[in-house]
């Protein structure tokens, strides 16, 4: 898959088909993760495979991860830009999964203390997000348009709004 058109075709898939993963995918998935950049190369990430149902309680929308194949916490450890890259590694692995013809969505936490207990993390653990991965129960094929027209299809701000000279 083009990687402008992965970038301008994805969108968060919150409602999931209760499908398998093949573990192929999975793998490929979470070694996107690993492949991120990260400042000085710290690689301050961990990533805990862990039963959607599980993290569902804690999230700020439980539907998002109810149904879902495969959930992934992304936790940090560490000093400096550990959010930025943890976003970075998160990103990598939302596209990694639209081109493997999965879906994907982070999940913000309404119980983050809960959801970390929950994991079993350290003191010097943060749980930043959980990632759901699953068939979408609406399928979207991404060579439907060109990234140009799913660009100009997104609901975003115009990038002359976003884009400025200084």
């Known amino acids: ?72 916490a992304i936790v940090v450890s560490g000093k400096g830009p550990v959010s930025f890259d943890a976003g970075r590694a998160a990103q990598s692995m939302l596209l990694a999964a639209w081109n493997e013809g999965v879906g994907a969505t982070p999940n913000g936490l309404a119980d983050r203390e809960g959801a970390s207990a929950e994991l079993g993390l350290g003191e010097e653990e943060q749980l930043v997000n959980v990632l759901a991965f699953g068939h979408g129960v609406r399928q979207r094929d991404p060579s439907r348009h060109t990234a140009e027209e799913w660009s100009a299809r997104a609901n975003r701000k115009p990038l002359e709004k976003v884009v400025r000279e200084a």
């Open 1 to 72: 898959m083009d990687t402008y058109l992965a970038i301008a075709s994805r969108r968060e898939t919150k409602r999931f088909d209760g499908s398998p993963i093949p573990e192929e995918t999975v793998r490929r998935i979470l070694d996107a993760g690993r492949l991120s950049g990260s400042g000085k190369n710290r690689q301050p990430w961990t990533f805990v495979r862990v039963e959607p149902g599980r993290m569902a309680p804690f999230a700020y929308d439980p539907d998002n991860l109810r149904g879902a194949a495969v959930a992934v």
